[in-house]
């Protein structure tokens, strides 16, 4: 299965913000959809960076909790791990798991087309399983009566 695959049946809408929002307006359009992250936009539209829900948590140990005159640029991830349309899900899982990232950009050239969430990954490894597993049963189930495989792999 390929990370187009799974952006092609999730919900489209990525949710941005700009890097001179204040992290107190960032943290409540996370809060109010509901989102671990949203992906940081420069004046032209494109990607900047990622500011995440670890992002602020690590600012507010770092800054005794005053969020209030910081920015987002100020705590956004800029050294971003990306993925392509292209890539399986498998090595997306890869780099997630690797990297301790939750939140995976999907670039197309210079163009985000979507963001892979690990919870979209666990999704489509679980579908792509039972899929899977229940052609296995099928096969088993269909399997003809009275017949074996022999030692040369054919059966007789």
Known sequence: MLVRDVLAVKAGEIFSVAPEVLVTEAIGMMVSRNIGSLVVLDEVGKVAGII???????????????????RVEDLMTTRLILAGPEDTVDHARGIMTENRIRHLPVMLGDELIG????HDVAKAVLEQTNFENQ???KYIKDWPEGTAETTSGTRS
């Open 135 to 137: 052609l296995l049963k």
């Open 115 to 118: 963001l892979l969430t690990f």
């Open 52 to 70: 995440t829900e670890r992002d602020v948590l690590r600012a507010t140990h770092k800054h005794a909790c005053d969020l209030t005159k910081l």
